[in-house]
Each structure stands twice: as structure tokens, then as C-alpha cells.
């Protein structure tokens, strides 16, 4: 099965499109959407399903638009996965519906689920995950050392306006008690240099370090003796909670139900319900370092059933029970992730061969093989082939097929010369 990601953020185009991959489909990347590349993409592509997630560049107003319109022409099933309940719910979620039209609609909250539905919305409830092609474990790097480490932005305009979401109790309880007794945390994300009314007291500059981009979070996770989570609810997790366990960090977090829903405190990470309580954890857990690790071990085998590939597991299953898809076959071949944006692919037909794929597109056999990890001459039809990267600048066309007529030729003289004294 061919799905198509309407996506371009670093933190959706790596979760779950790996996630279905490893459960045996194609998954495509679109990367930045217009109107003018929408529909031809749809048409190249030709996926069994579209899927398009949280709240990123690819979900201005005009684009939503454009999405319905292609999609209702391509007659193709469209889900959204809301990743922003519920705290924006009703500013950002349902008005994307409403313009969106999606033909179901996963929410992180199971609480909203019987909203959804008494709006005439098919929903259901999928959590967050990780992936461990970007959060892994890795051996400590010395820039990101760390005793405590914060990986998140602040959000200090959102705490003004909101003072009494559970994002603000967290802060503290987490964060407040160490800045007021002088304990050091390294914060890597936006907009700490403005949270000290906040949290009692302003954070030295030292240890504020900006924006680190999403695929290099995993380091700070593997080299900081604690990590910090902040948790935005109480019945629900955040996506860093998954993320901190699965690259095998310390994971220091808010005592709530959601937390000991799916993990046991003491065990597999470490809660705290109060300021004095974070402050005693902290000192206890850095003069302990084989309680510490051995916590991390635990925590990092805990989160393994929460994988991105079971999420993936879970949406089919959903979507095939509530109509929305007939079948969920796996792709012919192999299980795949494919950037749209920066790979000219073809879709293999019906009596199709890698010779005259390499024919009809100007390509060697061998580069098809590589690009493709095709360890054999056999194909699929349906399955899609990547023929090159388009940012590689091509050879004019006459030299190309020189060059890929005399390659082809030596190859198969070597073929035969082994045949012949075999």
C-alpha cells in the first residue's frame, strides 16, 4: 500500500511514515505543497491513502484548501492525525475539518474522541510514539554534556494568556524549584531568555542554548544525566515523553495518571508531584548514578511497545474497521520511505523491467539498483522505483545514453565471462 504524506516538518516526515514503512508500505514524503505541484503529485504518486498531521507549514489556511480540492478529485480517503488537542482544539482543529474535509480524524486526546463523533467527525484516538532511525541510542557527546537538561520550547506568550494550563503547573513543579536554588539546567529550545517572571527567578544566559533541531535531540537525551519532560496534561502524554525513553535517557516527569498509566514510576523513569519532591529527586538521582542507569535500561525497554510502527499498525486497523479503507496490503517489494521532493520516481506497470525503466528514463540499471536497494533484476508492478535525486544536476541526453549503453554492455560481458569460465 502506497501512502502519501502531506508533510515537511522534521518532526512528522521521520515518525510515523518510518513507522509505516516498517510495517511493509510505501510511505511518500511530499515535502513544501502548492497548488500547482498538488494535484500532479496525487496523479504521480497514485497512493492508497493521504495523510496529513499536526499543525506545521503545510497546514496554512489556502493549503488546507488546496488539499480538499485535489483530494476530493483524486477520490482518494484523507486522514488527519490532531496532534494539537486539546489544547487547540477549537481554534485550530476543528476549523481545519471544517475547511479540510478529512475522512477521519486521530486525535492524541481519547477524551475528544466522543466530541469528534457527536460532530459527525469519524475519529479515534492514536498517541504519540518514536522512531529509532531519530531517537536512538548513541554514546555521550561532550557538547551536550549535561547534569539536568530541558529539551522544549518555552512558550511564555501561551503561558501569559493561558496560567492555568497543566503546562504551567509542570513548569512549577519541574523547573521553578531548581532556577530558585541556583541548580543548573541546560535548556536547549526557544524563548527561555523571557521565562523568568515565570519561574521566580531569570535564567542565567550560560545556560540557555536556542533552538536545537529535532534529529540531533536524541544526543542531548544520551549526554545529559537527567532529562527534563514537562508534561501539557494530565490525561495524556507528550510526544517527548516516547522520544527521551525510546533513545534511552533519564527521564525526570510530572506525577500524573497518564504517566503511571503506561509506565511505572521508580522503575522505568522518575515523577515528581511537588517542588520540594523535584529538588530531592534531582539530588538523589545524580549521586546515584547505577540507580540512574539502571532506570534508563528499564525505561528504554518499557517504550518499545510504543513504537511508531505499532501506531502505524493501529491506524490501518482502525481505518479498515471503520470503512475508510477496504484492504491494507503491504507494497510489492519492500517497505519504503520515499521524499517526494527531492527524488524523480516512477510507478513500475504492468510487464515493466528494470532494462526498459533504464531505457525509457535515462538512467543506468546499476544507479536503479542502488537507489533502490534492489539486490536482483526483479520488480513489481505498483511498487514505485526512485530513477535519481532531483537536485543532482543531470548529463545531457546523448552522453547519458553513451554512457549507460556502454555500462549495460560491460556489465553483461562480465556476466557472460563468468558464465563462460565458470
Not at 519532560?229 to 525510546?246: A, F, M, P, S, V
Not at 484492504?327 to 516512477?346: A, F, K, L, N
Not at 542502488?370 to 548529463?395: M, V, Y
Amino acid at each position: 500500500m502506497i501512502v502519501l504524506f502531506l508533510e515537511s516538518h522534521p518532526m512528522w516526515i521521520y515518525g510515523l511514515p518510518n513507522g509505516f514503512k516498517d510495517a511493509g508500505h510505501t510511505a511518500v514524503i511530499s515535502g513544501p505543497i502548492s497548488s500547482e505541484i498538488l494535484t500532479g503529485m496525487i496523479d504521480k504518486v497514485k497512493p492508497d491513502l493521504i495523510v496529513s498531521t499536526g499543525w506545521t507549514e503545510e497546514h496554512w489556511e489556502a493549503k488546507q484548501i488546496w488539499i480538499r480540492e485535489a483530494v476530493s478529485k483524486a477520490k482518494i480517503p484523507l486522514v488527519y492525525w490532531a496532534t494539537e488537542d486539546p489544547l487547540h482544539t477549537h481554534n485550530f482543529t476543528l476549523p481545519l475539518i471544517r475547511r479540510m474535509k478529512p475522512d477521519f480524524v486521530f486525535t492524541v486526546s481519547s477524551s475528544l474522541c466522543k466530541m469528534y463523533e457527536d460532530l459527525g467527525i469519524k475519529a479515534a484516538h492514536l498517541d504519540f510514539g518514536y522512531h529509532e532511525s531519530v531517537h536512538r541510542r548513541t554514546l555521550p557527546l561532550p557538547e551536550y554534556r549535561a547534569n539536568i537538561a530541558v529539551v522544549a520550547n518555552a512558550y511564555p506568550d501561551y503561558i501569559k494568556e493561558n496560567p492555568d494550563v497543566f503546562r504551567s503547573s509542570s513548569l512549577q513543579t519541574l523547573i521553578a524549584p531548581l532556577i530558585q536554588n541556583g541548580i543548573r539546567v541546560d535548556f536547549w529550545g526557544k524563548n527561555w531568555e523571557h521565562m523568568g517572571k515565570y519561574l521566580g527567578r531569570p535564567i542565567p544566559r550560560e545556560w540557555i542554548h536556542g533552538y536545537v533541531d529535532y534529529r540531533d535531540a536524541y544526543k542531548i537525551y544520551n549526554s545529559a544525566k537527567i532529562i527534563i519532560g514537562l508534561q501539557n496534561c494530565e490525561d495524556q502524554l507528550t510526544q517527548r515523553t516516547y522520544e527521551i525513553l525510546g533513545s534511552g535517557g533519564f527521564l525526570l516527569t510530572s506525577d500524573t495518571p497518564a504517566v503511571k498509566e503506561k509506565f511505572v514510576p521508580g522503575r522505568d523513569l522518575a515523577v515528581s508531584s511537588n517542588p520540594l519532591e523535584t529538588v530531592q529527586r534531582v539530588e538523589y538521582f545524580l549521586k546515584n548514578p547505577l540507580k540512574r542507569k539502571l532506570i534508563q535500561n528499564r525505561g528504554f525497554k518499557a517504550v518499545e511497545d510504543n513504537s511508531y510502527h505499532f501506531r502505524a499498525l493501529e491506524m490501518l486497523k482502525i481505518i479498515k474497521a471503520r470503512g475508510i479503507l477496504k484492504e491494507t496490503p503491504q507494497s510489492p517489494g519492500e517497505g519504503r520511505w520515499i521524499s517526494y521532493e527531492t527524488c524523480e520516481i516512477h510507478h513500475v506497470q504492468q510487464h515493466e523491467t528494470l532494462w526498459s525503466i533504464s531505457k525509457k528514463n535515462n538512467v543506468f540499471i546499476q544507479q536503479l539498483k542502488e537507489l533502490n536497494q534492489l539486490s536482483g533484476n526483479k520488480i513489481f508492478p505498483g511498487q514505485i522505483l526512485i530513477l535519481r535525486n532531483r537536485k543532482a544536476a543531470p548529463f545531457p541526453r546523448t552522453m547519458n545514453v553513451c554512457l549507460r549503453f556502454l555500462y549495460d554492455l560491460s556489465m553483461e560481458w562480465k556476466r557472460m565471462k563468468s558464465a563462460i569460465f565458470a
